[in-house]
């Protein structure tokens, strides 16, 4: 079973910064992507930024030049550096692992994990 754990949510003023980190732990031989979407009240979930297992990455356009994804291949980890929050930011961010292999059957799954609030206040 493979768990994505969350961390590094909160409280912070507009104009400040967060960093947060998605960790996946289990049995798992590889993972292609890794991102962090976002779900305010009322609103789809949307993507925030995606990285791959080559190193590419893309950003939604709401957060470019603002928030910074970046990812330890090592350690299935992935962090989202958000500078320059603004109160339209605040929203529950989940972490997902996308095309995930944990056994010999090479068969690709997707997790997600359980959200972690992020509010701004004005």
């Known amino acids: 079973q493979v768990q994505l754990v969350e961390s590094g949510g909160g409280l912070v003023q507009a104009g400040g910064s967060l960093k947060l980190s998605c960790a996946a732990s289990g049995r798992i031989f590889s993972i292609n992507a890794m991102g962090w979407y976002r779900q305010a009240p009322g609103k789809q979930r949307e993507l925030v930024a995606r990285?791959?297992?080559?190193?590419?990455?893309n950003y939604a356009d709401f957060v470019k030049g603002r928030f910074t994804i970046s990812r330890d291949n090592a350690k299935n980890t992935v962090y989202l550096q958000m500078n320059s929050l603004k109160p339209e930011d605040t929203a529950v961010y989940y972490c997902?692992?996308?095309?995930?292999?944990?056994?010999?059957?090479?068969?690709?799954?997707?997790?997600w994990g359980q959200g972690t609030q992020v509010t701004v206040s004005s």
């Open positions: 990285s791959t297992s080559g190193g590419s990455t």
């Open positions: 997902k692992a996308e095309g995930v292999v944990v056994d010999t059957t090479f068969r690709k799954y997707d997790y």
